[in-house]
């Protein structure tokens, strides 16, 4: 771990209740092991630990699917890729690609992590309103803003995921009313005044880099605005940011010249960094080290390759397919990209050992930052070999996830050997980068500004991509594969609707398995027809994984509701999502 760098989160804990017993035999009232008391957390360095305990939550803490990294709910449910792997593994994700949900199992992981998350950031404003002889004003404002900003990001967190959810403040407590809270409000006035208070509150700079700034809260207020459809607000804070922003180190906001290098450990907490989570190896416990990830590596690799285990998270067919370009090195925004020789060619069905023609077509260069393809480099490890790395092609397909794993460069420094798999890392994971806030600005600025600046932002995100010094590429230095990519042209931009399409594609192409596509289609209303259209064409190539899969509009654009928190606090509480 680099302390200097990280908001370290080791042995963080929600130790904020006091004991109690019932029996008066003073022999029997043994300590709570792992839990604080009170006196114990009434000091600065006690609520700091507080607070450091609601920031450990945003990897999930143990639970791969409640990370805000939110690979199952916005990447698997969006089409980035399906669960992989074998069907029996993990089955109970099977149901969640097919859009055949129910209210218990995985769904309920999430809701109780993000609530957790919450709860701890409630305990750290109750302790704040204690008195604390050793904290400053300025710490106090400081503290109280992170939190606030925390819990707004959670909470937004549980409405893009379920929608109608209680929201439960800092007043409300076990014994309190907590139970009996509904949810039956809309809590986007809520989240918005938590994000507020954090932006109007919250320094620019912080000594300790993993922690919020006052961009970052900018930044996330705009976003909300911009789900909200508050679109002249949204643009008013892009302007702003874009103009002056700055990460928590001081450094102001721009774009990695390279686009691989916003996935390397060793150049993490870049200028392209807004909020991330902290990510360190090699602290004693796994749970700092990307868990949410452990899975998702190629399988089988030996010591010649990452991970080793377990072929979750495998890519499509139907993304990859998107990244291929015309000749003029521009996107096939028709979704010609999924018709006859558009389709990228892969190895689907054919052994590692049996003689394969890669792909010679003109394609976007982020494919092979994003997706793992037989004879590709798969970063400084070797050619990925194919079927030796897949652990079920009938399954899951062909590819690999790549963005997210470990180089081999970095083995026994930023990536951790302690532990059952190596699959743990100290790559940060970013929840909200700047080259996310530049697309969704020109989203802003196709409805309420200027068409001519959404193409600027937009070109400024594609150049990027267009870097060949950023290019994979092999031992010889030349391109790893037929690289065309070209900015979009006016004529792309020339109207409203034509712009919109160009800007969504470009944020699946650039944003592509970070956790965004399945909440962007369903805020842009399109999320019916493209999800379906999805599952039809990747059901032709795995049947048995997507066949005859669909998604339900008006019911599968949000979870359910899980049916345990419903039983613990009755109907006339909690109300169920429409169709479940």
């Not at 370290?8 to 029997?28: N, P, R, W």
């Not at 890669?358 to 590709?376: S, V, Y």
């Not at 999320?527 to 032709?540: D, F, Q, R, S």
Request: proline letters at 6%; a neutral charge; aromatic letters at 10%.
């Amino acid at each position: 771990m680099r302390p200097t760098k990280k908001l370290t989160i080791l042995g963080a804990t929600a130790a904020f209740a006091l004991m109690t017993v019932a029996c008066k035999d003073t022999y029997l009232e043994v300590p709570v092991t792992g839990q604080l008391s009170g006196s114990q957390l009434s000091s600065k360095a006690g609520v700091e630990g507080s607070l450091i305990a609601a920031y450990s939550v945003l990897n999930g803490r143990g639970d791969r699917l409640a990370s805000a990294a939110n690979w199952v709910w916005g990447g698997i449910r969006g089409g980035d890729a399906n669960k992989g792997t074998d069907p029996g593994d993990f089955s109970t994700i099977n149901p969640l690609q097919r859009f055949e949900t129910i209210s218990t199992g995985d769904v309920g992981g999430t809701w109780q992590r993000k609530y957790e998350g919450i709860s701890r950031v409630n305990a750290t404003l109750r302790l704040l309103a204690t008195p604390i002889a050793d904290i400053t004003a300025a710490d106090k404002t400081r503290i109280t803003a992170e939190a606030k900003f925390l819990r707004g990001f959670y909470y937004f967190e549980l409405k893009k995921i379920y929608n109608m959810v209680p929201y439960i403040d800092e007043t409300v407590d076990y014994g309190t009313g907590i139970e009996k809270v509904p949810n039956n409000a809309d809590i986007y006035p809520k989240i918005e005044a938590d994000l507020k208070a954090a932006y109007d509150n919250l320094p620019e700079t912080q000594a300790a880099v993993g922690r919020v700034n006052k961009w970052a809260a900018a930044s996330m207020l705009a976003k909300v605005y911009l789900y909200q459809k508050k679109y002249t607000e949204a643009k008013t804070l892009f302007d702003l940011i874009i103009a002056s922003g700055k990460t928590s180190n001081g450094k102001k906001y721009g774009l990695v010249p390279k686009y691989a290098d916003l996935y390397k450990a060793s150049n993490d907490n870049n200028e392209e960094s807004i909020f991330v989570i902290q990510a360190a190896a090699n602290t004693g416990s796994v749970n700092n080290a990307n868990p949410e990830f452990d899975l998702n590596y190629p399988y089988n690799t030996g010591p010649n390759g990452p991970g080793n285990c377990c072929g979750f998270n495998q890519p499509s067919s139907e993304y990859a397919n998107s990244f291929r370009t015309t000749a003029n090195g521009l996107p096939l925004l028709d979704g010609s990209y999924n018709t006859g020789a558009n389709q990228v060619k892969s190895d689907m069905g054919v052994l590692s050992k049996e003689a394969f023609t890669p792909d010679a077509g003109t394609l976007d260069p982020r494919i092979d930052h994003t997706i793992g393809r037989r004879g590709i480099p798969y970063l400084d490890w070797q050619d990925h070999p194919g079927a030796d790395w897949i652990r079920n092609q009938p399954n899951g397909g062909p590819y690999s996830p790549k963005k997210f794993t470990y180089y081999k460069a970095d083995k026994g420094s930023l990536q951790d050997n302690s532990s059952w798999t190596p699959g743990y890392t100290a790559l940060n994971v970013p929840l909200l980068r700047f080259a996310d806030l530049l697309l969704m600005a020109a989203e802003a600025e196709i409805e309420v500004g200027s068409l001519t600046k959404a193409l600027e932002y937009t070109n400024l995100v594609r150049n990027r991509a267009a870097n060949p010094a950023g290019f994979v590429v092999r031992a010889d230095g030349k391109p790893a594969a037929n690289y065309v990519i070209k900015p979009y042209t006016a004529a792309q931009f020339a109207d409203k609707a034509t712009a919109r399409t160009a800007v969504r594609f470009e944020r699946r192409l650039e944003l592509g398995d970070e956790g965004h596509r399945f909440f962007d289609l369903v805020r842009w209303g399109i999320a019916e027809p493209t999800v379906n259209a999805y599952l039809t064409y990747e059901g032709k190539i795995l049947p048995t994984t997507l066949g005859g899969a669909r998604f339900t509009a008006g019911k599968h654009e949000y979870l359910p509701i899980p049916q345990a928190q419903i039983d613990l606090q009755g109907k006339d509480v909690l109300t169920q999502n429409p169709g479940y």
